[in-house]
């Protein structure tokens, strides 16, 4: 999961010549960007979580293991802190398939656009209009694949035997926990909303750049493609 994670918030293209570029303003100044917050986001959290899992080991040296607790377990009970942090939820178990549908979606919109599939807006040279494959189903899969992927990040991340909500000193004991949580959560739903709001003005961009520049190829595509995002939804 965590290798195509990283693949699927990269970019599969460098970024295009000026003259290929639409003119980036507002929100297509910041989207390319939270890629890379991802990625840091999700590699911080799985060496976090692995080494805390390593430290509940019998393979880890006991002096590394005091070492890791001590430094990365702030609960009132450590050793039970480090006895749940191995146990599966179901809200761990949700956002890892998310995670892997929204991964493997990303990455299959990679291979469909080829070299036009860019961060930035952009109208590359002999640039063709993709209208098969997912793109006869939504007109904006590698969106939906990207919301997934962060959606199930984030659950897995906030799942009740993480190393965040588990282990971290933002939950020092079982009774701040729940209010915590629910801080925290609601925290990254409003960021969340935000960045799917920043999508959306995103897309309308780029529909009036394909619209512009492919004409009524486009505009057929939108009439048999309405949706953008869900099918039969959005």
Sequence with gaps: MLPGLHYSMTAPNTRPPSGELRKQVGWELVIPLLPGMFRVLLWLWTLLECATLFAATDYCPAGLSQSIVHHLVHSDDPQRALTHISLLTPTFLVGSILSIVGC???????????????YELSIRKDHQLITSGVYAVVRHPSYTGGICSGIGLLLCIISP???????????????????????????????FVGIIVGFVQRMNNEDAMLENNFGEEWKEWARRVPCRLIPWVY
């Design 104 to 118: 493997c979606l990303r990455i299959h919109c990679y291979h469909a656009l080829g070299r036009m599939f860019t």
């Design 161 to 191: 035997h993480s190393w965040l909500v588990a282990c971290s000193p933002l939950f020092p004991d079982s009774g701040s926990r729940i209010r915590v949580l629910n801080v925290l959560t609601y925290t990254l739903s409003s960021v």
